[in-house]
């Protein structure tokens, strides 16, 4: 499955953006998918996950409250709604399947097979 990020750009401290994965090559039913961001010089952090159900949703502490994820099987589309955004949040975003219909360390980059390019959220002071 090809995944593409989508979405990014500047924004304000305080504002909102919302990234777009769309998957093309297999469907995304059957995949748990998951965001997760990329500082310079830092290790590639969990964000968000969704089940493949999208009956259960996960979030770093760090983004509880602000940021949704959320997935339309019939677009094969995975969203991340980013509300009250920071300059912390800065940083490439990466969007990611697992085929793993049940995956207990979601927040780990090793249970994902497959990987979008990333794209760029700039959050300004």
């Known amino acids: 499955v090809q995944l593409q990020a989508s979405g990014g750009g500047l924004v304000q401290d305080g504002g909102s953006l919302r990234l777009s994965c769309a998957a093309s090559?297999?469907?995304?039913?059957?995949?748990?998918m998951g965001w997760f961001c990329q500082a310079p010089g830092k290790e590639r952090e969990f964000v968000a996950a969704?089940?493949?159900?999208?009956?259960?949703?996960y979030y770093a502490n760090s983004v509880k409250g602000r940021f949704t994820i959320s997935r339309d099987n019939a677009k094969n589309t995975v969203y991340l709604q980013m509300n009250s955004l920071k300059p912390v949040d800065t940083a490439l975003y990466y969007c990611?399947?697992?085929?793993?219909?049940?995956?207990?360390?979601?927040?780990?980059?090793?249970?994902?097979?497959?990987w979008g390019q990333g794209t760029q959220v700039t959050v300004s002071s």
């Open positions: 090559g297999r469907t995304l039913s059957g995949y748990h």
């Open positions: 990611a399947a697992s085929p793993l219909t049940y995956v207990p360390d979601y927040y780990d980059t090793r249970n994902y097979d497959y």
């Open positions: 969704v089940s493949w159900r999208a009956d259960t949703t």
